[in-house]
Structure formats: structure tokens, C-alpha cells
């Protein structure tokens, strides 16, 4: 079945400046390493950590460093193109979310879906997204998901907490924690970080 296209790829050229902006903060030494610092200290060492959208890399060059087997998964080329310009030894699967399956790529320690992954998904595929990742956990696996509450980027859609956290119960994930920022700031009305685990049922998403 074919998937519905991302709210990413329907942006087209309003978000083609975000992976040479990540990649030029990068060359002017700005931490851009927030998300990988949280994912590190939720993995154990040496974990297998899924990242899911990895843009032009920063998150999954960072964990890599710290030490972690990382698969990076980025269905948009021109931001993989980013990717192997600024980190050429990161590998980077061209799948998108719901073309994942466990039987290919195994099951993760962590799973990563950071920088506004989620409010970019295709329409109405969040439960699907959150389902598959559900299904690429390890016992005992976890999701660090992080995005903008109010939806203000360029083709983005507006994601309330209450709505995600259904979408999330739905998918059988329960968040265990809800932050503010990826330094454990408390949770404010712009921006939530959550981390969540599987339920006992981990039957593969529909
Ligand atoms: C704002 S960028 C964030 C990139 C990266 N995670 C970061 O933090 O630098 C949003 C990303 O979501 C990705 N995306 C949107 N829908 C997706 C899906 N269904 N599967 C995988 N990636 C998706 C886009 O391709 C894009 O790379």
C-alpha cells in the first residue's frame, strides 16, 4: 500500500533550508546535540537506537560518537544528501516510518523521533507511525519523541499534547515522562519532550 505523502514532503521548498541551517550552526560550533545528550542518558551503553527522520544527521552522528549502534532512517533525499556531506560515515537508511520493519532493521533500545518529526508525518498516520514504532521496540525499549505543541513550522500541523497522548494510548504506548525542553525544563504549553514505553501487547502495527 502506498503511503499517504508527509506533511514534510508537501512543505516541498519551504523546509529545504533546514538541513544546510543545521549543518551551518554545526560548522559555528552551536550545540546541536540536545536531543542526542537525553537519548544517550535514556540508552544503555552501547545501545541499538533508532533514528526516525534523521534530517542531516546531528542526532545519529552525536549518539554515534557516544558510543551507540545507530540506524538512521530519512526518506527525504535531499536532506540525505545534507547528511553525507556533513557526516560522511553515517549510514542512512532512505525509509520512511511506516516501510520499517522489524524483520530487516531488528528492535531498539531507543527509538528517536525528535525535531518535529512527528508534526511532519503524513496526515492522519500518527497512530499508524506510532504503532510501527511500538513494534520496533526491545523488551524494555523506550521512544524519545520531542515537537513543537503549536505547530508554527512551515507546512507542520498543530499537535496538542491531549492528542498525542490519545494517539499515543491508542498505539499502546504509555508516556512515562513529559518535559518542557530536552535539558528536563518542566512542561510548558510550546514544546514537549515525552518518552514512552510499550505495553504488554506488541502485536505489529495494522
Ligand atoms: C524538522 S525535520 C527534523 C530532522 C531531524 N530529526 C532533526 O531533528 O534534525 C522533520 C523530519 O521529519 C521527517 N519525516 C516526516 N515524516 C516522516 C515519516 N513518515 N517517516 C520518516 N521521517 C519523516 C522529514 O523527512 C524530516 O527529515
Known sequence: MTNPPTRWQLAGEDNRGYGRH?????ASGSDIEG????ADALAPRGARV?????????????LVARGHEVVA??????LRAQSRATYPDLAVLPHEALDLDPVDVGVFDLVVVVG???VFLGEDTERQV???LRSL??????ILAGFELRGPKSGSRVYPAEDFLADAAASGLTATWRFGSYELH????DYAVWVLEAGHDRRPSG
Open 50 to 62: 533508532l533514528d526516525v527522520g534523521s534530517g542531516m544527521g546531528r542526532v545519529a552522528a552525536a
Open 73 to 78: 532512517t530519512e526518506p527525504d533525499a535531499a
Open 35 to 38: 536531543e542526542a545528550r537525553l
Open 130 to 132: 506510532l504503532r510501527r
Open 22 to 26: 543545521f549543518a551551518e550552526l554545526r
Open 137 to 142: 521496540l526491545a523488551p524494555g525499549g523506550r
Open 116 to 118: 518535529n518529526v512527528m
Open 186 to 189: 518542566g512542561p510548558n504549553d
